[in-house]
C-alpha cells in the first residue's frame, strides 16, 4: 500500500515537471506553449473580426460581384435582386460574406501567426523563409480563389438550367452566397498545397523522393477529391480543380527539390 502510493506521487510529480519545467532550461514549458497558441489564436480572430468590419462596410460592391456568375434567368421574380425568405437572412447573408471576405483579408495575419508559432522550434537558416512562406501562402490563395471565381459560372449556369423545364427557378441570396463562398475559398484552400507540403519537407516529415513514389495514389486521390470539392455536377469544375491540384502537385516536388539544394 505504501510502495503504491509512492509511485503515484512520483508519476504525479513526473507530470508537474513535464508540464512546468523543461528539459534544459532554455526551452518552453508545455504550459507557455499553450498560452503563446492561445494569444496568436487571439490576434488571428481579432484580424479576422477586423476584416469581417471592414468587408461589411463595402457588402453592397461585393455582393454584386460575387453574382456576376448567377444567370440573368435565375431571377424569377425580374426585379434584379435575389430572394430571401426570412426576417433576418438578409442581414444573416450580408454577415456569412462579410465573414468570408474578412478571412481572406486576415490570411496575411494567419500565415504570419502560424509561423510566429512554430518559428522557435527551427533552425536559423530555416527561420529565414518566412517571408517567402508568407507571401508565397497569400499568391497562391490568390490565384486559388481567382480560378474559384472564374470556373463558378460553370456549376451555377448548370444547376440553375437542369430542372428549368419542369420548375421555376427561385434562387434565395442564402443558398447562393452560401455556395459562392464554400466553391471560391475550396480553391483557395487547395492552392495552399504546394506551401503545405514544403513545410513539411522542411520539418523532416516527407521528402521529393516519397512524393515521387506515391505519385499515381496521390493523383487519383486528388481527382476524387476534386469531385466532391466542387458542389456542381457539372464537368468543368471537377477538371479544371483535379487539373490544378495535380499541376500543383508536381510543381511541389520541383520546389522541394530546389529548397533542399
Known amino acids: 500500500m505504501t510502495t503504491s502510493n509512492i509511485n503515484q506521487q512520483d508519476t504525479m510529480a513526473g507530470l508537474d515537471d513535464y508540464l512546468y519545467e523543461d528539459d534544459d532550461g532554455d526551452g518552453m514549458t508545455l504550459i507557455e506553449h499553450l498560452e503563446e497558441l492561445r494569444k496568436r489564436i487571439f490576434k488571428v480572430l481579432i484580424a479576422i473580426?477586423?476584416?469581417?468590419?471592414?468587408?461589411?462596410i463595402f457588402r453592397y460592391w461585393i455582393m454584386r460581384f460575387l453574382q456576376y456568375p448567377l444567370p440573368k434567368g435565375a431571377d424569377a421574380i425580374g426585379n434584379g435582386h435575389l430572394v430571401v425568405t426570412g426576417l433576418a437572412e438578409g442581414f444573416t447573408v450580408y454577415l456569412m460574406v462579410s465573414l468570408a471576405a474578412g478571412?481572406?483579408?486576415?490570411?496575411?495575419?494567419?500565415?504570419?501567426?502560424?509561423?510566429?508559432f512554430i518559428a522557435p522550434g527551427l533552425y536559423e537558416h530555416e527561420k529565414k523563409h518566412a517571408v517567402p512562406?508568407?507571401?508565397?501562402?497569400?499568391a497562391l490563395f490568390i490565384v486559388g480563389i481567382s480560378i474559384g471565381y472564374i470556373v463558378l459560372r460553370f456549376p451555377v449556369q448548370w444547376l440553375v438550367s437542369f430542372a428549368s423545364d419542369s420548375f421555376t427557378e427561385l434562387v434565395t441570396a442564402s443558398s447562393y452566397f452560401t455556395f459562392v463562398a464554400f466553391f471560391v475559398l475550396a480553391f483557395g484552400v487547395v492552392f495552399e498545397l504546394p506551401l503545405v507540403l514544403t513545410f513539411m519537407a522542411q520539418i523532416g516529415l516527407v521528402t521529393s523522393e516519397t512524393l515521387t513514389k506515391k505519385r499515381p495514389a496521390a493523383h487519383?486521390?486528388?481527382?476524387?477529391?476534386?469531385?466532391?470539392?466542387?458542389?456542381?455536377?457539372?464537368?468543368y469544375s471537377p477538371v479544371i480543380l483535379g487539373v490544378s491540384m495535380s499541376c500543383l502537385y508536381e510543381l511541389t516536388i520541383i520546389f522541394i527539390k530546389f529548397i533542399k539544394k
Open 133 to 138: 512562406f508568407i507571401f508565397i501562402g497569400i
Open 49 to 56: 473580426v477586423v476584416g469581417t468590419v471592414i468587408a461589411f
Open 103 to 116: 478571412f481572406v483579408l486576415a490570411l496575411p495575419v494567419l500565415l504570419y501567426q502560424t509561423w510566429a
Open 220 to 235: 487519383v486521390g486528388m481527382w476524387v477529391a476534386a469531385t466532391f470539392l466542387t458542389p456542381g455536377a457539372d464537368i
